[in-house]
């Protein structure tokens, strides 16, 4: 078993910044990749950023550019730095984990102020 836990949310303009953060624990040597995905009002759940246990990474089109991932492995800790946010950016924003099932964290509301 691995628990998610996401922090850093909360509001801000837009242009401003924001930096998530998901500490995992449990049974986390099995852990592969991880990332962030975001679920807006209304809408379904999309893939924001995917970061390998390697470190490579990959972004949504819509995020390139103005969000990073990155993984502190010795933290056990994935980040998501958001910058130049815009209200479209509003959102849940959970943490998912991969080892041999799927796990996610609650979720940390952003919300973008025009």
């Known amino acids: 078993q691995v628990q998610l836990v996401e922090s850093g949310g909360g509001l801000v303009q837009a242009g401003g910044s924001l930096r998530l953060s998901c500490a995992a624990s449990?049974?986390?040597?099995?852990?592969?990749?991880m990332a962030w995905y975001r679920q807006a009002p209304g809408k379904q759940r999309e893939v924001v950023a995917v970061?390998?246990?390697?470190?490579?990474?990959t972004y949504a089109d819509s995020v390139k550019g103005r969000f990073t991932i990155s993984r502190d492995n010795a933290k056990n800790t994935v980040y998501l730095q958001m910058n130049s946010l815009k209200p479209d950016d509003t959102a849940v924003y959970y943490c998912?984990?991969?080892?041999?099932?799927?796990?996610w964290g609650r979720g940390t509301q952003v919300t973008v102020s025009s």
């Open positions: 998912y984990a991969l080892d041999v099932a799927p796990y």
């Open positions: 449990g049974s986390i040597f099995r852990i592969n990749n």
């Open positions: 970061i390998t246990k390697g470190g490579s990474t």
